[in-house]
Nanobody
Framework: VQLQASGGGLVQAGGSLRLSCVVS????????AGWYRQAPGKMREMVAI???????VYADSVKDRFTISRDNAKNTLYLQMNNLKPEDTAVYYC??????????WGQGTLVTVSS
């Protein structure tokens, strides 16, 4: 299973970015998936997860600003990030499934938000 994340970059506070994660090698539609992030000197944390039935859960810090979605026909996971803040600066990783004995991570994409 391979996950290829993209879409990170440098953006000013208040701006928007959309991350994408293309999944290959499994039946993407059969599994939940999620976005996680790790800021310098901090532990990796959950940002948002989506079930195979499109139920979603968000970290409190990103509620009402970020939206996770999936396109099963394209085997792609998305994270729309609006009203970005400097504290959102981190490397963002996609993962599928959300839990289990075998989980797979993307390589990470860097998001930098300037004040």
């Amino acid at each position: 299973v391979q996950l290829q994340a993209s879409g990170g970059g440098l953006v000013q506070a208040g701006g928007s970015l959309r991350l994408s994660c293309v999944v290959s090698g499994n039946s993407f539609s059969d599994y939940g998936a999620g976005w996680y992030r790790q800021a310098p000197g901090k532990m990796r944390e959950m940002v948002a997860i989506i079930s195979r039935s499109n139920s979603t859960v968000y970290a409190d810090s990103v509620k009402d600003r970020f939206t996770i979605s999936r396109d099963n026909a394209k085997n792609t996971l998305y994270l729309q990030m609006n009203n970005l803040k400097p504290e959102d600066t981190a490397v963002y990783y996609c993962k599928t499934p959300v839990s289990g004995l075998s989980v797979y991570w993307g390589q990470g994409t860097l998001v930098t938000v300037s004040s």
